[in-house]
């Protein structure tokens, strides 16, 4: 079945959401406040969430495999977070001081984590990368950063290069060229950011040894989350981390996605341990949410007790009780045992989606790590941003209609995770939709 049809199929069921979409578009441009839930020709709305499942204006039953891009670790509305944002409500809103709440929370993120021996709360993960990366800028006096060539860490200026560059205009694979993603990008972001290869250990070292004078921070995310869930070569972080520490570059881990990957994070799966983390999305337990931490030394900036904080820090919102109930309910049902259980999810729809593909001798193939997986339309091996982009670039699109057609629902760049609040059998029925997907077309 072609696009055309597929858009036919999901308009046919979305009439409200249609309707809803002309009236937004009216007084939001776009109509819409995230670019990225939009696509043509018009996103459907929600209305519901429970357990697994989300259901639109319309009343149509889809799976969640987005979980609000990934951050629905336990589903929707699971009761103990809800419970817990409830009982914190009934006290307040909000307040201009710290609760008891925010206080448990970071306990339990630095029990966690080792690396973060302390932290600090923001809003999203947007903000936890920006003031992540102006403390490197302050700790070392350095004015660069380097980031990964496909690698997204939010909406502020200094990250929003070479996230999804076209390969044509990026440079050269292992040297890649800063390209804007957006406009209003200003040309000074772009002499201030050094892009790395994904994978790439021997390129890597020699741009940082060239740069290091100047390199403030190295933000890496582990798993190269928008590029496809492409877990790092056997001893690439560990190098990275060897570089950094040679060179005094501050090393950022943005585990906003990857923290859902064990109790611990990436950081604690793959054996690595940086100087700053940032995290952001299940740390919430689906309310708005971010947050950074790590050595003392260098989180030492932001505190105001020595006359005033080297690097101030507002935010009206930060650590609001809502959220930090929600988040504190949210760890602690992330045992060991949930990790387990979220891992053979993702093993069992990972091998499903593989013998579909393998069957039906399609060119396609599944990343991912944990919870998290990633649909990929071409045979190449999967090492970089550029490796994951699809030889037909509509096929993705394609794809995510089709399956919101099969009631399931994705991100629409095939971007993946399974919730604890799914069984064997939901998973399966992903594989037997995507089947079902790839049959028409």
Same mark, same amino acid.
């Given at each position: 079945m072609s696009?055309d049809?597929?858009?036919?199929?999901?308009?046919a069921?979305?009439?409200?959401s249609?309707?809803l979409?002309?009236?937004a578009?009216?007084?939001?441009?776009?109509g819409?406040s995230r670019?990225?839930t939009?696509f043509?020709?018009?996103?459907?709305?929600?209305?519901?969430?429970?357990?697994?499942?989300?259901?639109?204006?319309?009343?149509?039953?889809r799976l969640?495999?987005?979980?609000?891009?990934?951050?629905?670790?336990?589903?929707h509305?699971?009761p103990?977070v809800?419970k817990?944002?409830?009982?914190?409500?009934?006290?307040?809103?909000?307040?201009p001081g710290p609760?008891e709440?925010?206080?448990r929370?970071a306990?339990?993120?630095?029990?966690?984590v080792?690396?973060v021996?302390?932290?600090?709360?923001?809003?999203?993960g947007?903000?936890a990368?920006?003031?992540?990366?102006?403390?490197?800028?302050?700790?070392?006096?350095?004015?660069k950063i380097?980031?990964?060539?496909g690698?997204y860490?939010?909406?502020?200026?200094?990250?929003?290069?070479s996230?999804a560059?076209?390969p044509?205009t990026?440079g050269?694979?292992?040297h890649p060229?800063?390209?804007?993603a957006?406009?209003?990008v200003?040309?000074a972001?772009l002499?201030?950011?050094v892009?790395?290869p994904?994978?790439?250990a021997?390129a890597?070292?020699?741009? &940082? !040894?060239a740069?290091?004078a100047?390199?403030a921070a190295?933000? =890496?995310?582990? @798993?190269?989350?928008i590029g496809?869930?492409i877990?790092p070569a056997?001893?690439?972080?560990q190098?990275?981390r060897?570089?950094?520490e040679?060179?005094?570059?501050v090393l950022?881990?943005?585990e906003?996605i990857?923290f859902?990957v064990a109790w611990?994070?990436?950081?604690e799966r793959f054996g690595?341990?940086?100087?700053?983390?940032?995290f952001g999305?299940?740390i919430?337990?689906g309310l708005?949410v971010?947050a950074?931490g790590g050595?003392?030394?260098l989180?030492?900036?932001?505190?105001?007790?020595?006359?005033a904080a080297r690097i101030?820090h507002?935010g009206t919102?930060?650590?609001?009780?809502?959220?930090?109930a929600?988040g504190?309910?949210?760890?602690?049902?992330l045992?060991p045992?949930?990790?387990a259980?979220l891992?053979?999810l993702?093993?069992?729809?990972r091998?499903?989606i593989?013998?579909l &593909? !393998?069957?039906t001798?399609?060119k396609g193939?599944?990343?991912? =790590?944990?919870? @998290?997986?990633?649909?990929?339309w071409?045979t190449e091996?999967?090492?970089?941003?550029?490796?994951?982009?699809?030889k037909?670039a509509e096929?993705?699109l394609?794809?995510?209609?089709?399956l919101?057609n099969?009631?399931i629902?994705?991100?629409?760049?095939?971007?993946?995770?399974?919730?604890?609040?799914?069984?064997?059998e939901d998973v399966?029925r992903?594989?037997n939709a995507?089947?079902?997907?790839?049959a028409?077309q």
């Amino acid at each position: 079945m072609s696009l055309d049809k597929e858009v036919a199929e999901y308009t046919a069921k979305t009439a409200r959401s249609r309707a809803l979409h002309e009236e937004a578009l009216a007084v939001m441009p776009g109509g819409n406040s995230r670019t990225t839930t939009f696509f043509d020709p018009y996103p459907f709305y929600a209305a519901r969430g429970q357990g697994a499942h989300i259901w639109d204006a319309d009343g149509n039953d889809r799976l969640d495999f987005n979980g609000n891009y990934t951050s629905l670790i336990l589903g929707h509305a699971p009761p103990d977070v809800v419970k817990a944002a409830q009982q914190a409500i009934e006290s307040g809103l909000s307040f201009p001081g710290p609760t008891e709440w925010e206080v448990r929370l970071a306990e339990m993120l630095t029990r966690r984590v080792p690396s973060v021996e302390q932290v600090r709360f923001t809003n999203s993960g947007t903000e936890a990368t920006m003031n992540a990366v102006r403390l490197a800028r302050a700790f070392t006096g350095r004015p660069k950063i380097a980031k990964f060539e496909g690698a997204y860490h939010g909406t502020h200026d200094w990250v929003l290069v070479s996230v999804a560059p076209d390969p044509k205009t990026a440079g050269n694979r292992r040297h890649p060229k800063p390209v804007p993603a957006s406009a209003g990008v200003p040309p000074a972001v772009l002499k201030h950011t050094v892009v790395l290869p994904w994978n790439d250990a021997e390129a890597c070292e020699q741009i &940082l !040894a060239a740069e290091a004078a100047n390199l403030a921070a190295v933000l =890496v995310d582990p @798993l190269l989350g928008i590029g496809g869930v492409i877990s790092p070569a056997d001893g690439f972080l560990q190098r990275l981390r060897e570089i950094t520490e040679r060179h005094g570059i501050v090393l950022i881990f943005d585990e906003v996605i990857s923290f859902r990957v064990a109790w611990g994070g990436a950081q604690e799966r793959f054996g690595v341990r940086p100087d700053l983390t940032t995290f952001g999305k299940i740390i919430g337990g689906g309310l708005a949410v971010g947050a950074f931490g790590g050595r003392a030394d260098l989180m030492s900036f932001y505190d105001p007790r020595q006359g005033a904080a080297r690097i101030s820090h507002g935010g009206t919102f930060n650590a609001n009780p809502a959220t930090m109930a929600a988040g504190v309910a949210t760890l602690n049902a992330l045992t060991p045992e949930a990790y387990a259980r979220l891992d053979a999810l993702g093993e069992r729809l990972r091998g499903g989606i593989t013998r579909l &593909l !393998a069957g039906t001798r399609r060119k396609g193939q599944v990343s991912g =790590v944990g919870s @998290l997986f990633c649909l990929h339309w071409t045979t190449e091996p999967l090492t970089d941003y550029r490796s994951s982009r699809p030889k037909d670039a509509e096929q993705p699109l394609r794809m995510f209609v089709g399956l919101l057609n099969e009631g399931i629902l994705l991100t629409q760049r095939g971007l993946g995770a399974c919730s604890l609040a799914m069984t064997d059998e939901d998973v399966d029925r992903f594989v037997n939709a995507l089947a079902r997907v790839l049959a028409r077309q």
